[in-house]
Protein backbone atom coordinates (compact mmCIF):
# COMPACT_ATOMS: atom_id res chain seq x y z
CA UNK A 1 0.00 0.00 0.00
CA UNK A 2 1.19 3.33 -0.59
CA UNK A 3 1.87 5.60 2.18
CA UNK A 4 -0.38 7.91 1.28
CA UNK A 5 -3.24 5.29 1.58
CA UNK A 6 -1.68 4.30 5.19
CA UNK A 7 -1.87 7.37 6.09
CA UNK A 8 -5.53 7.85 5.20
CA UNK A 9 -6.28 3.92 6.58
CA UNK A 10 -4.90 4.93 9.80
CA UNK A 11 -6.64 8.06 10.26
CA UNK A 12 -9.84 6.57 9.45
CA UNK A 13 -9.68 3.27 11.50
CA UNK A 14 -6.77 3.94 14.31
CA UNK A 15 -6.83 7.36 15.21
CA UNK A 16 -9.14 8.83 18.23
CA UNK A 17 -11.17 11.61 17.04
CA UNK A 18 -11.41 15.34 19.29
CA UNK A 19 -13.60 18.04 17.36
CA UNK A 20 -11.78 20.23 15.78
CA UNK A 21 -12.89 23.80 17.21
CA UNK A 22 -12.39 22.62 20.34
CA UNK A 23 -8.80 22.18 19.59
CA UNK A 24 -8.52 25.17 17.89
CA UNK A 25 -9.58 27.18 20.96
CA UNK A 26 -7.78 25.63 22.72
CA UNK A 27 -4.62 26.38 20.94
CA UNK A 28 -5.62 29.95 20.57
CA UNK A 29 -6.10 30.25 24.00
CA UNK A 30 -2.72 29.27 25.00
CA UNK A 31 -1.10 31.53 22.02
CA UNK A 32 -3.32 34.78 23.45
CA UNK A 33 -2.53 33.62 27.37
CA UNK A 34 1.28 32.93 26.31
CA UNK A 35 0.86 36.75 24.45
CA UNK A 36 -0.50 38.15 27.70
CA UNK A 37 2.14 36.56 30.06
CA UNK A 38 5.26 37.65 28.37
CA UNK A 39 3.67 41.32 27.65
CA UNK A 40 3.89 40.96 24.10
CA UNK A 41 7.24 40.13 23.98
CA UNK A 42 6.82 37.89 20.77
CA UNK A 43 10.07 36.27 20.47
CA UNK A 44 9.58 34.92 23.99
CA UNK A 45 6.23 33.43 22.94
CA UNK A 46 7.79 31.91 19.88
CA UNK A 47 10.26 30.40 22.15
CA UNK A 48 7.91 29.06 25.06
CA UNK A 49 5.70 27.35 21.82
CA UNK A 50 8.72 26.35 20.63
CA UNK A 51 9.89 24.64 23.82
CA UNK A 52 6.34 23.20 24.28
CA UNK A 53 6.42 21.45 20.91
CA UNK A 54 9.48 20.22 21.60
CA UNK A 55 8.41 18.51 24.92
CA UNK A 56 5.21 17.32 22.94
CA UNK A 57 7.60 15.48 19.96
CA UNK A 58 9.52 13.76 22.48
CA UNK A 59 6.55 11.89 23.21
CA UNK A 60 4.56 11.84 20.43
CA UNK A 61 6.96 9.72 18.10
CA UNK A 62 6.18 7.06 20.12
CA UNK A 63 2.75 6.98 19.43
CA UNK A 64 3.70 7.25 15.96
CA UNK A 65 6.04 4.76 15.76
CA UNK A 66 3.30 2.29 17.33
CA UNK A 67 0.80 3.10 15.20
CA UNK A 68 2.26 3.35 11.68
CA UNK A 69 5.33 0.66 12.59
CA UNK A 70 7.57 2.28 10.03
CA UNK A 71 10.93 1.18 9.32
CA UNK A 72 14.46 3.43 9.39
CA UNK A 73 14.41 5.40 6.34
CA UNK A 74 17.21 5.63 4.40
CA UNK A 75 17.55 8.97 3.62
CA UNK A 76 15.98 12.32 4.56
CA UNK A 77 14.02 12.56 1.47
CA UNK A 78 11.97 9.51 3.07
CA UNK A 79 12.08 10.68 6.45
CA UNK A 80 9.93 14.02 4.73
CA UNK A 81 7.30 11.93 3.28
CA UNK A 82 6.34 10.24 5.96
CA UNK A 83 6.23 13.21 8.20
CA UNK A 84 4.17 14.87 5.43
CA UNK A 85 1.90 11.62 4.22
CA UNK A 86 1.36 9.82 7.65
CA UNK A 87 2.66 12.09 10.54
CA UNK A 88 0.51 15.22 9.99
CA UNK A 89 -2.34 13.49 8.38
CA UNK A 90 -2.87 11.11 11.77
CA UNK A 91 -2.66 14.00 14.00
CA UNK A 92 -3.68 17.01 12.28
CA UNK A 93 -5.37 15.39 9.52
CA UNK A 94 -4.13 17.13 6.52
CA UNK A 95 -1.23 16.76 4.54
CA UNK A 96 1.71 19.16 3.49
CA UNK A 97 3.34 19.35 0.40
CA UNK A 98 7.12 19.26 0.12
CA UNK A 99 9.06 21.34 -2.27
CA UNK A 100 12.44 23.22 -2.90
CA UNK A 101 14.40 20.70 -1.94
CA UNK A 102 18.45 22.45 -1.56
CA UNK A 103 20.98 20.80 -3.62
CA UNK A 104 22.88 19.00 -0.55
CA UNK A 105 19.04 16.54 -0.12
CA UNK A 106 19.18 18.20 3.31
CA UNK A 107 16.73 20.97 3.38
CA UNK A 108 13.14 21.46 2.04
CA UNK A 109 10.12 23.44 2.54
CA UNK A 110 6.56 21.87 3.94
CA UNK A 111 4.00 23.79 2.96
CA UNK A 112 0.89 23.50 5.10
CA UNK A 113 -2.58 23.23 3.40
CA UNK A 114 -5.07 25.99 4.23
CA UNK A 115 -7.34 25.23 6.33
CA UNK A 116 -4.92 24.51 8.87
CA UNK A 117 -6.27 23.34 12.47
CA UNK A 118 -4.70 25.45 13.90
CA UNK A 119 -5.29 28.60 12.64
CA UNK A 120 -8.99 28.32 11.64
CA UNK A 121 -11.20 31.79 13.18
CA UNK A 122 -7.73 33.83 14.24
CA UNK A 123 -6.86 37.02 12.92
CA UNK A 124 -3.66 38.47 13.92
CA UNK A 125 -4.82 41.80 15.80
CA UNK A 126 -2.40 44.10 13.64
CA UNK A 127 -4.55 47.22 14.56
CA UNK A 128 -3.67 46.49 18.26
CA UNK A 129 -0.45 45.77 17.85
CA UNK A 130 1.69 45.88 14.46
CA UNK A 131 4.59 44.23 15.44
CA UNK A 132 2.60 41.19 16.05
CA UNK A 133 2.52 40.34 12.45
CA UNK A 134 6.21 40.56 12.03
CA UNK A 135 7.39 38.68 15.19
CA UNK A 136 4.74 36.56 15.86
CA UNK A 137 4.40 32.89 14.06
CA UNK A 138 1.38 31.30 15.00
CA UNK A 139 1.67 27.66 14.34
CA UNK A 140 5.41 28.16 15.83
CA UNK A 141 4.71 24.75 18.44
CA UNK A 142 4.74 22.64 15.53
CA UNK A 143 8.81 23.56 14.38
CA UNK A 144 8.96 22.21 17.99
CA UNK A 145 7.01 18.85 17.63
CA UNK A 146 9.02 17.79 14.40
CA UNK A 147 12.27 19.00 16.68
CA UNK A 148 11.76 17.09 19.16
CA UNK A 149 10.09 13.92 17.56
CA UNK A 150 13.09 13.91 15.37
CA UNK A 151 16.23 13.99 17.87
CA UNK A 152 14.25 11.06 19.08
CA UNK A 153 15.11 8.86 16.02
CA UNK A 154 18.70 10.61 15.76
CA UNK A 155 18.13 13.11 13.66
CA UNK A 156 19.22 16.58 14.69
CA UNK A 157 17.01 19.15 12.86
CA UNK A 158 16.03 22.90 12.40
CA UNK A 159 12.62 23.55 11.82
CA UNK A 160 11.57 27.04 11.18
CA UNK A 161 8.61 29.31 10.06
CA UNK A 162 9.57 31.13 6.44
CA UNK A 163 5.91 31.68 5.12
CA UNK A 164 2.53 32.39 7.36
CA UNK A 165 -0.73 33.12 6.16
CA UNK A 166 -2.04 35.05 9.08
CA UNK A 167 0.87 37.30 8.52
CA UNK A 168 -0.41 38.30 4.86
CA UNK A 169 1.79 35.44 3.26
CA UNK A 170 0.11 33.96 0.46
CA UNK A 171 1.23 30.20 2.13
CA UNK A 172 2.19 29.14 5.16
CA UNK A 173 5.45 27.54 4.51
CA UNK A 174 7.83 26.07 7.11
CA UNK A 175 11.94 24.70 6.40
CA UNK A 176 13.16 21.64 7.67
CA UNK A 177 16.71 21.15 8.05
CA UNK A 178 19.06 18.15 8.69
CA UNK A 179 22.15 19.34 10.64
CA UNK A 180 23.28 15.75 11.23
CA UNK A 181 22.62 12.16 12.31
CA UNK A 182 23.31 11.06 15.58
CA UNK A 183 25.06 8.09 16.19
CA UNK A 184 24.20 6.35 19.60
CA UNK A 185 26.95 6.52 21.99
CA UNK A 186 28.32 3.46 23.64
CA UNK A 187 28.26 4.26 27.29
CA UNK A 188 31.44 4.68 29.05
CA UNK A 189 32.90 1.12 30.58
CA UNK A 190 31.68 -1.00 27.83
CA UNK A 191 33.05 -1.86 24.67
CA UNK B 1 -32.55 42.21 -10.35
CA UNK B 2 -36.30 41.74 -10.36
CA UNK B 3 -38.14 40.38 -7.73
CA UNK B 4 -39.15 36.88 -8.21
CA UNK B 5 -43.05 37.42 -6.84
CA UNK B 6 -45.40 38.05 -8.89
CA UNK B 7 -47.64 40.03 -7.40
CA UNK B 8 -44.60 42.62 -6.49
CA UNK B 9 -43.56 45.70 -8.83
CA UNK B 10 -40.04 45.72 -9.89
CA UNK B 11 -38.00 47.94 -8.43
CA UNK B 12 -35.58 50.29 -9.31
CA UNK B 13 -32.16 50.13 -9.88
CA UNK B 14 -30.62 51.59 -7.31
CA UNK B 15 -26.92 52.72 -6.45
CA UNK B 16 -25.59 50.83 -3.51
CA UNK B 17 -22.93 52.56 -0.56
CA UNK B 18 -21.79 50.80 2.00
CA UNK B 19 -20.42 53.39 5.27
CA UNK B 20 -19.14 51.17 8.20
CA UNK B 21 -19.70 52.17 11.88
CA UNK B 22 -18.91 55.63 12.70
CA UNK B 23 -15.30 55.85 13.04
CA UNK B 24 -14.62 54.59 9.93
CA UNK B 25 -15.94 56.40 7.13
CA UNK B 26 -14.60 54.41 3.82
CA UNK B 27 -17.40 54.83 1.61
CA UNK B 28 -17.77 52.52 -1.92
CA UNK B 29 -19.98 53.34 -4.64
CA UNK B 30 -21.30 50.43 -6.95
CA UNK B 31 -24.27 49.60 -9.71
CA UNK B 32 -25.74 46.70 -8.21
CA UNK B 33 -28.92 45.23 -8.48
CA UNK B 34 -31.27 45.92 -5.58
CA UNK B 35 -30.84 45.11 -1.91
CA UNK B 36 -33.54 45.80 0.45
CA UNK B 37 -31.39 45.33 3.32
CA UNK B 38 -31.09 48.98 5.03
CA UNK B 39 -28.90 47.88 8.05
CA UNK B 40 -27.42 45.57 10.57
CA UNK B 41 -26.91 46.08 13.74
CA UNK B 42 -26.28 44.09 16.54
CA UNK B 43 -26.92 44.17 20.45
CA UNK B 44 -25.74 42.51 23.22
CA UNK B 45 -27.02 40.49 25.82
CA UNK B 46 -27.14 43.38 28.16
CA UNK B 47 -28.66 45.87 25.66
CA UNK B 48 -25.35 47.45 24.79
CA UNK B 49 -24.83 47.92 20.85
CA UNK B 50 -22.31 46.08 19.60
CA UNK B 51 -21.98 47.23 15.97
CA UNK B 52 -23.95 48.60 12.93
CA UNK B 53 -23.52 48.75 9.74
CA UNK B 54 -25.54 50.37 7.11
CA UNK B 55 -25.98 49.95 3.33
CA UNK B 56 -27.99 51.76 0.72
CA UNK B 57 -27.31 54.86 1.23
CA UNK B 58 -27.34 56.82 -1.93
CA UNK B 59 -24.24 57.37 -4.07
CA UNK B 60 -21.22 59.40 -3.03
CA UNK B 61 -21.93 62.51 -5.19
CA UNK B 62 -25.15 63.61 -2.53
CA UNK B 63 -24.58 65.66 0.26
CA UNK B 64 -22.97 63.65 2.82
CA UNK B 65 -25.31 64.98 5.85
CA UNK B 66 -28.15 63.03 4.13
CA UNK B 67 -25.61 60.30 4.18
CA UNK B 68 -25.31 61.08 7.88
CA UNK B 69 -29.21 61.62 8.57
CA UNK B 70 -30.00 58.65 7.20
CA UNK B 71 -27.07 56.52 9.17
CA UNK B 72 -28.15 58.40 12.20
CA UNK B 73 -31.84 56.74 11.55
CA UNK B 74 -30.68 53.71 11.88
CA UNK B 75 -29.04 54.00 14.60
CA UNK B 76 -32.31 55.35 16.46
CA UNK B 77 -34.47 52.63 14.63
CA UNK B 78 -32.13 49.97 16.47
CA UNK B 79 -32.38 51.77 19.82
CA UNK B 80 -36.19 51.56 18.62
CA UNK B 81 -36.08 48.21 18.08
CA UNK B 82 -34.86 47.10 21.62
CA UNK B 83 -37.58 48.56 23.02
CA UNK B 84 -40.15 46.33 20.96
CA UNK B 85 -38.00 43.31 21.65
CA UNK B 86 -38.50 43.20 25.40
CA UNK B 87 -42.26 44.75 25.25
CA UNK B 88 -44.57 42.09 26.84
CA UNK B 89 -46.93 41.93 22.91
CA UNK B 90 -43.50 41.34 21.51
CA UNK B 91 -42.81 38.37 24.05
CA UNK B 92 -45.65 37.01 23.81
CA UNK B 93 -45.80 36.68 20.66
CA UNK B 94 -42.56 34.92 19.63
CA UNK B 95 -43.72 32.69 22.49
CA UNK B 96 -46.89 32.15 20.51
CA UNK B 97 -44.75 31.56 17.01
CA UNK B 98 -42.37 28.83 18.68
CA UNK B 99 -45.42 26.64 19.32
CA UNK B 100 -46.68 26.45 15.61
CA UNK B 101 -43.07 26.20 14.33
CA UNK B 102 -40.79 23.47 14.32
CA UNK B 103 -37.68 25.00 14.58
CA UNK B 104 -37.88 27.04 18.04
CA UNK B 105 -34.51 28.09 17.85
CA UNK B 106 -35.01 30.77 14.89
CA UNK B 107 -37.90 33.50 15.57
CA UNK B 108 -37.45 36.16 13.08
CA UNK B 109 -40.03 38.76 14.00
CA UNK B 110 -41.18 42.42 12.36
CA UNK B 111 -40.72 44.37 15.32
CA UNK B 112 -42.03 47.63 13.64
CA UNK B 113 -41.99 49.72 10.03
CA UNK B 114 -41.24 53.31 10.08
CA UNK B 115 -39.84 55.53 7.39
CA UNK B 116 -40.02 53.07 5.08
CA UNK B 117 -37.76 50.60 6.92
CA UNK B 118 -39.20 47.30 8.10
CA UNK B 119 -37.28 46.23 10.68
CA UNK B 120 -36.71 42.43 11.87
CA UNK B 121 -35.50 41.31 14.84
CA UNK B 122 -33.88 37.85 15.95
CA UNK B 123 -32.83 37.05 19.42
CA UNK B 124 -30.46 34.02 19.84
CA UNK B 125 -30.27 31.39 22.04
CA UNK B 126 -27.76 33.37 24.03
CA UNK B 127 -29.25 36.81 24.28
CA UNK B 128 -27.78 38.09 21.12
CA UNK B 129 -29.82 40.51 19.15
CA UNK B 130 -29.33 41.09 15.56
CA UNK B 131 -31.96 43.52 13.98
CA UNK B 132 -31.71 43.91 9.98
CA UNK B 133 -33.35 46.75 8.28
CA UNK B 134 -35.27 46.10 4.79
CA UNK B 135 -36.68 48.45 2.73
CA UNK B 136 -40.32 48.72 2.90
CA UNK B 137 -40.94 48.16 -0.88
CA UNK B 138 -39.82 44.39 -0.48
CA UNK B 139 -42.12 41.79 -0.33
CA UNK B 140 -41.09 38.39 2.05
CA UNK B 141 -41.31 35.51 -0.54
CA UNK B 142 -39.86 33.10 2.04
CA UNK B 143 -39.85 33.50 5.79
CA UNK B 144 -36.96 30.65 5.66
CA UNK B 145 -34.52 33.45 3.41
CA UNK B 146 -35.04 35.77 5.79
CA UNK B 147 -34.30 33.58 8.72
CA UNK B 148 -31.01 32.03 6.77
CA UNK B 149 -29.65 35.66 6.69
CA UNK B 150 -30.37 35.88 10.34
CA UNK B 151 -28.46 32.77 10.99
CA UNK B 152 -25.26 33.65 8.43
CA UNK B 153 -24.91 36.71 10.28
CA UNK B 154 -25.03 34.77 13.51
CA UNK B 155 -22.29 32.55 12.07
CA UNK B 156 -20.10 35.48 11.15
CA UNK B 157 -20.15 36.71 14.29
CA UNK B 158 -19.61 33.44 16.16
CA UNK B 159 -16.26 33.59 13.66
CA UNK B 160 -14.99 36.62 14.89
CA UNK B 161 -15.33 35.84 18.29
CA UNK B 162 -13.97 32.15 18.17
CA UNK B 163 -10.52 34.17 17.64
CA UNK B 164 -8.29 34.22 20.66
CA UNK B 165 -6.66 37.80 20.48
CA UNK B 166 -10.28 39.31 20.05
CA UNK B 167 -10.86 40.68 23.23
CA UNK B 168 -14.37 39.32 24.37
CA UNK B 169 -14.60 40.81 27.82
CA UNK B 170 -17.62 41.75 29.39
CA UNK B 171 -15.49 44.33 31.74
CA UNK B 172 -14.27 46.13 29.29
CA UNK B 173 -15.68 49.26 28.61
CA UNK B 174 -15.26 49.81 24.96
CA UNK B 175 -17.43 46.92 23.41
CA UNK B 176 -16.75 48.28 20.38
CA UNK B 177 -13.20 46.96 19.94
CA UNK B 178 -14.76 42.94 19.58
CA UNK B 179 -16.66 43.49 16.10
CA UNK B 180 -14.96 46.75 14.75
CA UNK B 181 -12.58 44.66 12.74
CA UNK B 182 -12.46 45.42 8.96
CA UNK B 183 -12.34 41.78 8.54
CA UNK B 184 -16.06 41.65 10.12
CA UNK B 185 -17.35 44.60 8.03
CA UNK B 186 -16.12 42.65 4.68
CA UNK B 187 -18.00 39.44 6.06
CA UNK B 188 -21.39 41.06 7.08
CA UNK B 189 -21.07 43.02 4.07
CA UNK B 190 -20.27 39.58 2.07
CA UNK B 191 -23.30 38.09 3.11
CA UNK B 192 -25.71 41.13 2.67
CA UNK B 193 -24.54 41.54 -0.88
CA UNK B 194 -25.01 37.55 -1.50
CA UNK B 195 -28.26 37.26 0.12
CA UNK B 196 -30.69 35.75 -2.28
CA UNK B 197 -33.96 37.19 -2.32
Request: glycine share 4%; aromatic share 8%.
Amino acid sequence: MSRKAVGDDIWKNNVEKINSELFTLTYGSVVAQLCRDFNNNYHEVNNQLDKMGYNIGLRLIEEFLAKTGVRRCQTFKETSEVISKLGFKIFLNIQPTIENWSADGKSCSLILPEPNPLTEFVELPITADDKIAKELWYSQILCGVLRGALQMVQLDCDVQFVKDVLRGDDRTELRLKLNKILKDEVPAGED
Amino acid sequence: MTAPAATSNTPPLKQTTSETSVSQASQVATKTPFNPIQFVSIISRTDKPLYIQSFGIDDTSTDTTENANKFLKYNFLSHMALDIFTSPESLSLRGGQSQTQQQTDANVVLLFIQDQVMVYGYETNNGLKIIVGLDQSFVIQDQRILRQLFLDIHKCYLRTIFNPFSKVNDEEDDDDSVLSTPTFDKNIKKIVDGWTR
